[in-house]
């Protein structure tokens, strides 16, 4: 009768499989984070340094529009100034001429 039969493999439970796939996902993070953190450390650095320089030029062009539109108020201004003006002259030459 006989001989008896042994697995080639040793029998894993469940929990030995478990502890496996997390040791091997806890090794995997270790690993990204190691080679990941740095580099988006780095990016975060970058893309801050980019915010600060756009929101100083969105200033320097809010800064530049309002002068604009202030120099467009005076123009506009000066313009109906010197229509009213025509406008008091021809009545003047109308009165003459009459």
């Known amino acids: ?56 030029e969105v200033r320097a062009l809010q800064e530049a529009l309002a002068r604009a539109e202030h120099r467009r108020s005076n123009h506009e201004q000066l313009l109906k100034n010197a229509n009213v003006r025509e406008f008091e002259l021809r009545a003047q030459l109308a009165q003459k001429l009459l």
Request: hydrophobic share 40%.
């Open 1 to 56: 009768m006989g001989a008896v039969l042994q697995p080639l493999k040793p029998d894993l439970s469940e929990s030995t499989i478990g502890e496996e796939k997390t040791t091997e996902a806890v090794s995997h993070l270790e690993r990204l984070a190691d080679y990941s953190l740095p580099h988006a450390l780095s990016q975060i650095v970058m893309l801050e340094a980019e915010i600060t320089h756009l929101t100083t």
